[in-house]
């Protein structure tokens, strides 16, 4: 009887869209609907499984803890990129890891939406009309401002496609961008200061790296107009979370919409949550019943074929 468990499955949802009859072994399936960090707490949770299933990055898998977990045969992440497990530790180890496809339109769909929610106030209004107000916000408008795309990759260029129908002044920036690139998606290229001077909104879609950890910090939130919000459903650390806070504490920008942070879940009492600037969303680009469907759909695909002996979707 093999034994698997599903981690942090936080709406418990696994269970909706999951069919795990379709596996080639008799499997005890077991779905746990918080998560931990401590690397004990893993350990004890999962020593007796010799498969996992788990969600994007919530789960931390050090070379450390999967030393640790002699039983653990297949490690199943959603998506084929996940830098919370190191891959070459588990190969080492001899436990394969399995990804599945994803899809960019619920990330882009998000951004949108807190963009929007940010420039024309939703939170705050929707709260005033429930404690019996009217009209308390003058919103921002889209057509004729700038939109600062920070990377124009798979997302990036999709938000920056989606700017343009809405009339904007598109701009991006990233390390390596070329004019001819900024071009293709209806954008042109600036300089890194440029863009935050200028724009509007500004709108990260980065993958995180030693080369972006930290890459926006206070200089470049000092730069950007006190009219202007800040949009980031990338990765928190490639933003100084301190320097974020200050800039919307002093009201230096006008607001901030947020679904990544540099710890997640972000602690209770974590200064973001007392900021009325900003608008707060408990990292759900990947969270839609579309990409819930796929992801669940290609993990159960990945446990049976690695039970019959043919693993798909490796991870190198």
């Known amino acids: 009887m093999h034994r698997i468990a599903v981690l942090d499955d936080y ?9 795990w009859s ?11 609907h918080d998560s931990v960090a401590d690397p004990d707490e ?17 789960t931390r898998f050090s070379r450390e803890v999967l030393q640790r977990l002699p039983d653990l045969r297949l490690l199943v992440t959603t998506g084929m ?20 496809a994803s899809q960019a339109a619920s990330t882009v769909e998000l951004t949108w939406a807190l963009i929007l929610a940010s420039l024309r106030h ?4 929707d709260a005033a009309m429930r404690a019996g107000a009217w009209q308390q916000t003058v919103g921002g408008d889209l057509e004729g401002a700038t939109l600062g795309v920070i990377g124009l990759g798979r997302l990036g260029s999709r938000v920056a496609r989606i700017g343009g129908a809405f009339g904007m002044d598109v701009v991006a920036w990233s390390q390596n961008l070329t004019d001819e690139r900024a071009a293709e998606v209806g954008a042109r290229r600036v300089e890194r200061d440029e863009l935050f001077a200028t724009s509007d909104v500004v709108t990260i879609h ?14 470049d939130l000092a730069l950007m107009k006190h009219t202007a919000v800040l949009v980031n459903t990338s990765r928190g650390p490639i933003v100084d979370e301190a320097a974020l806070v200050d800039v919307l504490r002093r009201g230096a920008i006008a607001g901030a919409g947020i679904d990544v942070y540099d710890t997640e879940p972000l602690p209770r009492h974590h200064p973001l949550r007392e900021l009325r600037r900003a608008v707060l969303t408990p990292h759900l680009g990947y969270v839609t019943r579309g990409t819930y469907e796929l992801f669940y759909r290609e993990a ?6 690695f039970l019959a002996g043919k693993p798909i979707r490796v991870l190198p």
């Open 81 to 100: 990129r996940n830098k919370s497990i190191d891959v070459a530790a588990a190969t080492e180890l001899g436990i394969t890891v399995c990804g599945t």
């Open 122 to 125: 939703l939170p705050q209004e």
């Open 11 to 19: 709406q418990s949802a696994a269970a909706e869209f999951t069919d």
């Open 300 to 305: 159960v695909e990945d446990v049976a074929a």
């Open 42 to 58: 893993i350990v004890a949770r999962l020593r007796s499984f010799d498969i996992v299933v788990a969600m994007r990055e919530r």
């Open 206 to 219: 980065l993958l995180l790296s030693k080369r972006t950890r930290g890459l926006i910090g206070a200089d």
């Open 22 to 32: 379709q596996l080639p072994a008799a499997a005890e399936i077991v779905e746990f």
